[in-house]
């Protein structure tokens, strides 16, 4: 569910309850449990001594989001009260023309100036990851709220940001060695991203059985595909194959182990439905 959604039916408290639930929960979880497990298989590969220890891991994410809620939730909760107020206008004015669109990446840029990382995609566990997730966060917001204006800007002009994306991944490939300055990233970085939702917003934006099952399962799939990755790694990477059988081997093996585990134990089970942030049935 998302938190725009949330907002509309709930207060303060129970937003903050009912996210604790969708994201707290999951996340200690597997801090505890989930994690560890790969930890193990690693540790395994590796010849290494067993231990267990608590440990985030890929799941870092989910406590930034729920720190994002707090942080954000007077600003949602401003949008609530004037849906129709002056900023509110002003955003779907803004977000109705494509280089409005553009002023969002700005605030990106600044941030990549500011913070100065070392890499710009090295995002787990550092202070420049967690500024890029909260804006993100806020305005992945905004543009939910602002409606159709920002959906239409996005088809309509979808093909304006794919070309200039990728023309800049070609100079990023060509000029730079992939390794471009840091607010080309960021410029780079969101035009794939409104591309990718006009693109969406095409061909995908209808009522779909697929989709709503692949909507569902992204959460869970995504706290336990690192055990199936792990795993993967630790069975196929010893045999005497090709490396590209390998890779594919791996990814093949980790996709059908994260579906598998989701359709056939998580959603079906009363139990560990709200350990993977969903609802009870």
């Not at 913070?115 to 787990?124: D, Q, T």
């Not at 159709?148 to 023309?167: G, I, M, P, Q």
């Amino acid at each position: 569910m998302g938190v725009g959604f949330a907002i509309r039916q709930r207060n303060w408290n129970q937003l903050i309850q009912e996210r604790a639930k969708r994201i707290l929960i999951p996340f200690l979880f597997g801090l505890v449990i989930i994690v560890p497990i790969h930890v193990f298989i690693w540790q395994k590969y590796y010849n290494q001594d067993i231990e267990y220890s608590l440990n985030q891991g890929h799941l870092w994410f989910l406590a930034n989001i729920f720190i994002y809620v707090i942080l954000l939730s007077p600003v949602f909760f401003y949008f609530k009260k004037n849906e129709n107020g002056r900023i509110h206008r002003w955003l779907k004015a803004l977000y109705g023309n494509p280089m409005g669109l553009m002023l969002i990446i700005l605030p990106f840029i600044l941030e990549t100036v500011l913070m100065k990382p070392a890499i710009h995609e090295m995002y787990a566990l550092t202070m420049h990851g967690f500024l890029l997730g909260l804006l993100a966060f806020f305005f992945g917001f905004t543009c939910i709220q602002c409606g159709n204006s920002f959906w239409e800007t996005t088809l309509k002009w979808r093909w304006l940001y794919l070309s200039v994306a990728l023309t800049l991944f070609l100079a990023r490939w060509i000029e730079f060695d992939l390794k471009a300055p840091n607010y080309l990233m960021a410029i780079e970085s969101n035009l794939w991203i409104f591309a990718v939702f006009g693109f969406a917003n095409k061909y995908l934006n209808h009522p779909s059985n697929a989709l709503s099952y692949l909507s569902q399962g992204a959460y869970p799939i995504y706290i336990i595909h690192m055990i199936f990755l792990y795993l993967g790694s630790y069975l196929i990477f010893p045999l005497d194959i090709p490396v590209i059988l390998k890779l594919i081997f791996v990814v093949v093996f980790t996709g059908a182990g994260c579906f598998a585990m989701y359709d056939l134990l998580v959603k079906r089970s009363g139990f560990l439905r709200p350990l993977f942030g969903l609802r009870k049935k």
